[in-house]
RNA sequence: GGCCUCAUCGUCUAGCCUGGUCUAGGACACCAGAUUCUCAUUCUGGGAACUCGGGUUCAAAUCCCGAUGAGGCCGCCA
């Protein structure tokens, strides 16, 4: 903690973690472990409406799932009230806050009118010029109001970590409304109070927060508080490169887990989204990240997804995988497909085995080995090697199972079944007129592992029962 | 509409700050080939980009200006 430095992950739980809110945690995160700081996690659940603790735990065990450990937290800002009230206290008594009494109809009659003479819309400032007494009576009597910040019409500049110097007109914006009520901050009221409450040297949030970055500044000066550093980081765009939201599909970490992507594999595509080395090295753990990140290598520029890439980087960890991991990870997508009751790793491994460089996602690992446990189906025509006959085939077949009875049980493994079977299947001018059929009859499917393999995995008899039903087809 | 931000292959990006070594590099995807019973893996090869216009300079992807385009924000959401 030699640095001090100190960054949050602050996202509202009104909806579920996803590609976006994942990687600013992840930025975060990177950041302050490579600095040597505190990480972070704030549920600004200030929205009573939208906020729900089913999002609030969707978020704190992706988050843990991911490997993104906070330090400090989870605070919640709805149990931090007492907070806000006396930072609005202070407001009240420098005379920066006031009441407003105009309605939601008042104000967006405003808009509208602002916006169809081509004006910028913002709040005019109408109660702001009541007199504080008056107002506090009109509040004590029950008219609902909410409280507004008198913004300060000035140029504010502030450095962003990221882009540089970025300077905005704050006359051009209306005195925004910072509580609903005493007991009701909102976003960017408390979201001030607490990063300097929490004492956040860097706020690192994503570019759609620039335009707030002017307010909070101005709200932090009212209240006498420190100014962090900013670094906002581009946007995650959908396939339409805008901002990604719900329309653009289910983003959220919860369902690609779901599909088996692993962990490791995502925080690794979310690095590469918007960062890079520098050097032409792609494949990172979270520790060799936590080592390199820098946010000087932060790109500024949005960043479309591209589910290809993490798709290849997902397989790319699967291969990479010890065998009796992926096997671990590997059962209860097989269970949940009802392929079996309870697997061992004993059973499951050499199934795994075969298909480990075949695995894109966890998701499809039933699908590619459901016939280990249960017969195959499919038509006769699929045993077809191109255009040999059926008879041929069936004939093939035939011979396949006299050679394969004469292989002892104990003999019975990859390398001596191959080099008993290969001389025939070699003397029919093409391997495939032998080596497909048997493929086919013990799998059921156009694609799979090598049938030597599968018929190791399957046993004797099995490998026979097979044979002879996929003769039986053929007639 | 106003303000802010951004701009290199289809996509993610290197290079830009500190102009020449860039006939612009890598990765994903795509195409072709090798291996092969199939798929996958692996290997080899290929096509593919500096938004446009000015300026500065001996020299610009790199610096400056403008245009254009894209995105974000303009909430009693965050």
Not at 106 to 119: C, F, N, V
Not at 156 to 168: S, Y
Not at 284 to 307: H, P, T
Not at 338 to 349: M, N, Q
Request: with cysteine.
């Amino acid at each position: 903690m030699a640095t001090g430095i100190r960054t949050r992950f602050a996202p509202s739980p009104t909806g579920p973690l996803h590609m976006g809110n994942a990687r600013t945690a992840l930025f975060n995160y990177l950041f302050s472990r490579k600095e040597g700081g505190v990480f972070l996690l704030r549920i600004e659940d200030t929205d009573k409406e939208r906020s729900e603790k089913r999002w609030e735990e969707d978020l704190l065990e992706n988050l843990t799932w991911l490997g993104l450990a906070w330090d400090e937290g989870p605070f919640r800002q709805s149990e931090r009230v007492d907070i806000y009230k006396e930072a609005l206290q202070t407001l009240f008594q420098k005379g920066k806050a006031y009441y407003c009494f105009c309605t939601e109809d008042e104000l967006e009659a405003l808009r509208q009118d602002q916006i169809s003479r081509g004006e910028t819309p913002k709040y005019s400032g109408k109660c702001r010029a009541l007199k504080a007494e008056e107002a506090e009576q009109r509040q004590k009597n029950g008219e609902p109001s909410v409280i507004r910040f008198a913004l300060e019409p000035r140029k504010v500049k502030f450095h962003d970590l990221i882009r540089g110097n970025i300077e905005f007109d704050t006359g051009l914006m209306g005195d925004i409304v910072v509580a609903k009520d005493w007991e009701t901050p909102l976003y960017n009221f408390s979201a001030t109070v607490d990063d300097a409450a929490m004492d956040i040297t860097h706020v690192i949030r994503g570019e759609d927060h620039i335009s707030n970055t002017p307010k909070q500044i101005l709200l932090q000066e009212a209240l006498g508080l420190k100014r962090p550093l900013y670094a906002h980081l581009p946007l995650i765009l959908g396939e339409d490169r805008t901002k990604l939201s719900k329309r653009h599909g289910d983003f959220s970490i919860a369902h690609f887990r779901k599909q088996g992507y692993l962990a490791e594999a995502i925080i690794n595509f979310l690095a590469l989204l918007g960062w890079n080395p520098g050097t032409e090295k792609e494949i990172f753990s979270l520790s060799s990240l936590i080592k390199e990140f820098s946010l000087e290598r932060v790109q500024k520029g949005g960043a479309m997804l591209q589910l290809r890439k993490l798709e290849w980087i997902n397989a790319f960890f699967i291969r990479q995988m010890s065998l009796q991991k992926l096997s671990e990870l590997s059962i209860p997508y097989l269970k949940e497909a009802g392929l079996v009751a309870d697997a061992s790793l004993k059973t499951v491994e050499p199934m795994v085995r075969l298909y480990q460089e075949r695995i894109k996602k966890l998701f499809e690992v039933p699908e590619l080995l459901d016939f280990f446990f249960k017969k195959p189906e499919y038509s006769a025509d699929l045993l077809v090697w191109k255009d040999v006959s059926k008879k041929d085939i069936s004939k093939a077949l035939q011979e396949l199972a006299t050679v394969l009875q004469s292989i002892e049980e104990k003999d019975w493994n990859k390398e001596i079944i191959e080099t008993i079977v290969m001389p025939h299947a070699e003397r029919q001018g093409s391997r495939g007129v032998w080596l497909w059929p048997m493929r086919v009859a013990l799998t059921g499917k156009e694609a799979s592992a090598g049938p030597f393999e599968v018929a190791t995995v399957l046993g004797k008899k099995e490998t026979l029962e097979r044979v002879a039903s996929a003769r039986k087809k053929l007639r």
